[in-house]
């Protein structure tokens, strides 16, 4: 056991306990403890992880307070991560918790699963990081809290899912097989419904009498009621069965590939339930714009912004650098400079929603 099963007794319930597993034996790099960072940093601490380190060598300011809640006023003028780091260890003694030596993620990234960056950074920059979490097989997150818009980037690489809904497998006793042209398990469901579906796999397993049956292959249901259901092959030449036998639902392995940063700066997904495609893509060109003006000015527009003539060139250029997003789609540039005149400021809401996320 590498993890106290008391403990995590509720979030086990929640994730599984092979997940769980799994996630006691992560390593996890946080880079930057603003708002956003923090309720990262306290979130997956409280899950269990085998370790957490976070960077933050930016001195704590006024403003920083409105959003992060391991600061106050006394600490004006100190180091954010340093200011963290005792309360974070708070959450969770269970786990190693620490500050990486510097800001070079590139020289650590074999030391870590998981490389979490949760503060804007030059596209060139981001992109090399995440380049090398693929080659090294490591996973990737770039999450940026902009005012009223969360952006999270996430990059996994390739990998398969075992239980993509996390649920136990359905199983059943056998109580009698009819052979036939088609085969007829009666299963023993007396308190229940049986809930598999028509279509759905199974394996049978422990049947004595029956061998033809027990090869280890996954058949499919064709019918079903309550208590039995065929399937669609003829056992008229079967032995005789004798008894026993289990019906276990079989699950497919699912393979998961993950695009690249590059890729989605040009051919961006957006998530299933984000269906408004006009608003999605306002908001894709509103993060390119913000990273071209970040690689300019090194820093992050605020209200005083008033270079409207900059605005209009840099979107001028992201719109020809990516003229095959959208073809002859209007953009809404009121819509996305109200977006970058306010990325400069975390909020506390879109830090807590951005971090549970």
Same mark, same amino acid.
């Given at each position: ?9 509720r ?12 996630l ?13 960072g923090?309720?990262? $940093?306290?979130?997956?601490?409280? $899950? ?9 060598d ?17 600490d ?20 190693? !918790? ?48 902009f005012?009223?818009?969360?952006? !999270? ?33 009666i ?43 065929? /399937? ?38 957006? !998530? ?17 714009i ?15 912004f ?11 250029? /992201?719109?020809k ?26 909020i506390?809401?879109? !830090? ?5 996320l």
């Amino acid at each position: 056991m590498s993890f106290d099963e008391q403990l995590y007794s509720r979030q086990i319930v929640a994730f599984g306990y092979n997940a769980m597993n799994e996630l006691s034996k992560l390593n996890i790099i946080i880079y930057r403890i603003g708002g956003l960072g923090v309720e990262i $940093a306290k979130n997956i601490i409280l $899950a269990g992880p085998n370790k957490v380190s976070i960077f933050d060598d930016k001195i704590i300011k006024l403003e920083d307070i409105g959003s992060n809640f391991y600061i106050n006023e006394r600490d004006i003028g100190l180091r954010k991560d340093e200011i963290c780091l005792p309360k974070l260890k708070e959450l969770n003694e269970n786990i190693q !918790c620490d500050i990486l030596k510097d800001g070079n993620i590139e020289r650590y990234i074999n030391q870590y699963d998981v490389i979490v960056i949760t503060e804007i950074m030059e596209l060139d920059k981001i992109i090399k990081i995440n380049e090398l979490c693929r080659i090294n097989k490591k996973g990737f997150i770039y999450c940026l809290s902009f005012g009223l818009v969360f952006y !999270c980037f996430v990059d996994f690489g390739n990998h398969t899912v075992k239980n993509l809904n996390n649920k136990d497998k359905e199983k059943y006793f056998i109580k009698d097989i009819n052979v036939g042209k088609k085969t007829k398990i009666i299963i023993d469901n007396s308190l229940e419904h049986f809930r598999l579906s028509v279509n759905s796999y199974i394996i049978l397993k422990g049947i004595k009498g029956i061998p033809q049956l027990m090869d280890g292959k996954k058949r499919k249901i064709y019918s079903k009621n309550n208590n039995y259901f065929e /399937i669609d092959e003829n056992s008229l030449e079967y032995d005789k069965y004798l008894g026993d036998g289990i019906v276990e639902e079989f699950r497919e392995q699912i393979e998961m590939k993950y695009n690249s940063l590059k890729e989605m700066l040009y051919k961006p997904k957006f !998530c299933e339930y984000m269906s408004n495609e006009k608003k999605n893509i306002n908001m894709h060109i509103a993060f390119l714009i913000i990273h071209e003006y970040f690689n300019i000015s090194k820093k992050l527009p605020d209200k005083n912004f008033n270079n409207i003539e900059l605005f209009k060139n840099i979107f001028n250029k /992201i719109i020809k650098t990516y003229d095959t997003l959208c073809k002859d789609f209007e953009y809404d540039q009121i819509f996305i400079y109200n977006i970058f005149i306010n990325s400069k400021y975390e909020i506390s809401p879109i !830090c807590s929603y951005g971090g549970g996320l």
